[in-house]
């Protein structure tokens, strides 16, 4: 599976960014889908992930109520709508699938990644 996230930019605070992660390969909806972010220096963190067919979801505490998962497996893609935007939420943000078909915050369980794309929220 590869996997191509798209749709960062730059924005103020309490603005909003849709946030799409393409994938290639048949079986894409038999993957869990996960999103994570990293600023530089840090580590890599856990933002919110979706069950292969969609009907789980879950949110890092940080961005319950404001981030929404989503995904349609007719067009391989993966969405987070983000909403409500802060400067903390600026990140580099990664897609990722999981062979598991539930959903996961742990990394180590994702096995395929895109290669990120820019958030920035100004204050």
């Known amino acids: 599976v590869q996997l191509q996230a798209s749709g960062g930019g730059l924005v103020q605070a309490g603005g909003s960014l849709r946030l799409s992660c393409a994938a290639s390969g048949r079986t894409f909806s038999s993957y869990a889908v996960g999103w994570f972010r990293q600023n530089p220096g840090k580590e890599r963190e856990f933002v919110a992930a979706?069950?292969?067919?969609?009907?789980?979801?879950y949110y890092a505490d940080s961005v319950k109520g404001r981030f929404t998962i989503s995904r349609d497996n007719v067009k391989n893609t993966v969405y987070l709508q983000m909403n409500s935007l802060k400067p903390e939420d600026s990140a580099v943000y990664y897609c990722?699938?999981?062979?598991?078909?539930?959903?996961?915050?742990?990394?180590?369980?994702?096995?395929?990644w895109g290669q990120g794309t820019q958030v920035t929220v100004s204050s």
């Open positions: 979706i069950s292969s067919i969609g009907g789980s979801k």
């Open positions: 990722a699938a999981s062979s598991f078909s539930y959903i996961t915050a742990r990394q180590s369980d994702y096995d395929y």
